[in-house]
């Protein structure tokens, strides 16, 4: 399996990007997604969980302005990020976990003005 991300960029506060994950293999369609992200000296945070039904979890700080896709079809997840802030700014993965955990490459998002 290998995971995809793709999206991020440079944003000024309040701006709006969408992040992609394009999976290879069969098992994406089956599998959690689950958006993390990882700013500068700190450690690796969950974001957002889509399971394959599409059933959403969001951490408290993105509840409102994040929301977490997938579409099965064409083994894509999405993470929309809207009103976004300076303490958004990180590398955003992209994960799905099948006994051991496959992990995106990370795209870097930057929010300022």
């Known amino acids: 399996v290998q ?5 991020g960029g440079l944003v000024q506060p309040g701006g709006s990007l969408r992040l992609s994950c394009a999976a290879s293999g069969s098992i994406f369609s089956i599998k959690t997604l689950y958006w993390y992200r990882q700013a500068p000296g700190k450690q690796r945070e969950l974001v957002a969980g889509i399971t394959p039904g599409g059933y959403a ?5 993105v509840k409102g302005r994040f929301t977490i896709s997938r579409h099965n079809g064409e083994n ?3 993470l929309q990020m809207d009103n976004l802030r300076p303490e958004d700014t990180a590398v955003y993965y992209c994960k799905i976990t099948d006994g051991i955990a496959y992990w995106g490459q990370g795209t870097l998002v930057t929010v300022s003005s």
């Open 76 to 78: 894509t997840g999405y």
């Open 57 to 61: 979890t969001y951490a408290d700080s």
């Open 3 to 7: 995971l995809q991300a793709s999206g």
